[in-house]
């Protein structure tokens, strides 16, 4: 019988601790992780000493269904993935609930002891890593209003993630790392995988079980590269309409929030962001209704 299991870029041939007679492992996963890498390798560590936590979120739309996905790696050589679905988001909300579900699921399984004290986040959204690390104290001075006095979007969310690093024993114990999106990191690909999955409401068997069992190389870890550069804000263009589908009834809305209104927690319904009025007929092509259906305001 051949086990492995992938930890870094490297297998653990697990045959040689295995009792073929007895069907029963003879070696804890710390001795696993001594005999292959030493007692003071670099990669053994990580494992023993962190806790890893790959997130992602994904948005069909934008605003439209979305998805996220996380894995998180405990010191105790425990593995568990996560996902979850919801119908009208947006990318940055699904990115926000990624890092949410991964921290309150952590602090869950720690009730009882804390696992270790270091939780090392590996997002690819500048998005949060710049809000928690950057604006958010700007944000709290001014009563969650930005720099252009308009309110801060998710401001429930990063207020619930302030929180969370608050019960996890704060900032300091808490690490931020920037892990670029579709360059191969097992971790954020298996994370995208996920959340992609949860958007369209597919089925992903999520992973929960040891590392050595684990088939993503988890710790393949990215290189530890700063943020890009922050692009000069381009003038955001404005939707000319949100068309919604419900009970056979078509209604245009002018802002996101009242199309939300109408289509949260409603089963079929549909909806769809129309940038100038000739796109609105090719929506209601989509969904199967004639260019001509009239259209409620």
């Known amino acids: 019988m051949n086990i492995q299991a992938r930890v870094g870029k490297s297998y653990i041939d697990y045959q040689k601790f295995f009792d073929s007679s007895l069907w029963t ?3 804890t996963y710390e001795e696993t992780l001594n005999a292959e890498y030493g007692e003071s390798g670099m990669l053994k560590e990580k494992v023993m000493k962190e806790i890893i936590l790959f997130t992602d979120g994904a948005c069909s739309g934008n ?6 996905g996380a894995v998180l790696a405990l010191p105790n050589g425990q593995i568990k993935e996560l996902g979850g679905h919801k119908a009208a988001t947006t990318n ?4 926000l609930a990624a890092v949410i579900q991964g921290i309150k699921c952590l602090l869950f399984l720690s009730q009882s002891a804390k696992v270790a004290e270091n939780l090392v986040i590996y997002t690819d959204s500048t998005y949060v890593i710049r809000g928690i690390t950057q604006w958010v104290w700007a944000w709290m001075r001014n009563d969650w209003k930005t720099a252009e006095g308009k309110e801060v979007s ?5 207020q619930e993630l302030m929180r969370l690093i608050q019960a996890w024993g704060g900032k300091k114990f808490v690490h931020w790392k920037y892990s670029r999106g579709h360059v191969g990191t097992p971790g954020n690909e298996r994370c995208d995988v996920i959340a992609v999955a949860f958007s369209k409401k597919q ?3 999520l992973y929960e079980g040891s590392l050595l069992q684990y088939s993503v190389a988890i710790y393949d870890l990215p290189e530890d590269v700063g943020l890009p550069e922050m692009r000069p804000k381009a003038e955001k263009k404005v939707a000319y309409s949100y068309l919604s589908l419900l009970g056979g009834q078509v209604v245009r809305h002018r802002d996101w929030a009242s199309c939300e209104r109408r289509v949260k927690g409603q089963s079929g319904a549909k909806f769809k962001k129309a940038m100038s009025e000739t796109e609105e007929p090719q929506i209601l092509k989509e969904w199967g209704l004639s260019p001509q259906t009239s259209i409620k305001e």
């Not at 998710?154 to 990063?158: A, R, S």
Request: glycine share 14%.
């Open 92 to 95: 940055n909300e699904m990115e």
């Open 154 to 158: 998710h401001q429930p969310l990063w």
């Open 203 to 205: 089925y992903e068997p």
């Open 25 to 27: 492992l003879k070696t």
């Open 63 to 68: 605003p439209g269904p979305g998805g996220w």
